[in-house]
């Protein structure tokens, strides 16, 4: 692999972490608030800010007037993410963090399986291979597993 996948993959294993982090912390301001969907906002609002600054910061205002071109559902994934956001903070308390990021897993990687299958949203067509489903079929156990 080259320098860049490998970058990739460490950036995208600490997006991992940050998701497994976000869930209890989130969940704890829950405990406090005693409401999800208003801690889902200010998780979402203080996300917003954060990004708002490095775009500010780092001249990605610029690309704004390119958002017309764009088609009404390149616009969901704010409310695909607030919908993961409330689920994993929602599903900490219950599952646990183990099982609930697990969980999570399984969701993408079955997503992920059907979304690289049918080359959706313009991504290149990837094969349905025996290796990519039984990785999958793992995660299945995995999430059985982390309830033990």
Same mark, same amino acid.
Do not use: C, E
């Given at each position: 692999?080259?320098?860049? +996948?490998?970058i990739a993959l460490l950036v995208v294993i600490g997006a991992g972490a940050a998701a497994s982090l976000q869930a209890p912390v989130n969940a704890a301001l829950v405990r406090v608030t005693g409401n999800?969907? @208003?801690?889902?906002?200010?998780?979402?609002?203080?996300g917003f800010l954060v990004l708002a600054l490095i775009a500010l910061y780092?001249?990605?205002?610029?690309?704004?007037?390119?958002l017309g071109k764009a088609d009404w559902w390149m616009f969901l994934g704010g409310a695909l993410g607030a919908f993961s956001v409330w689920g994993? @903070?929602?599903?900490v308390p219950l599952l646990g963090?183990?099982?609930m990021i697990s969980a +999570?897993? @399984?969701?993408?990687m079955v997503a992920a399986l059907l979304l690289d299958y049918?080359?959706?949203?313009?991504?290149?067509v990837r094969e349905l291979t025996l290796p990519r489903a039984v990785g999958t079929i793992l995660v299945v156990a995995g999430?059985? @597993?982390?309830?033990?």
């Open positions: 692999m080259n320098m860049g +996948l490998w999800s969907i @208003l801690v889902s906002v200010v998780s979402f609002g203080v780092s001249g990605g205002l610029t690309s704004i007037p390119k994993m @903070l929602w599903g963090v183990v099982t +999570l897993i @399984l969701g993408q049918v080359g959706a949203f313009g991504l290149p999430v059985i @597993l982390s309830r033990f």
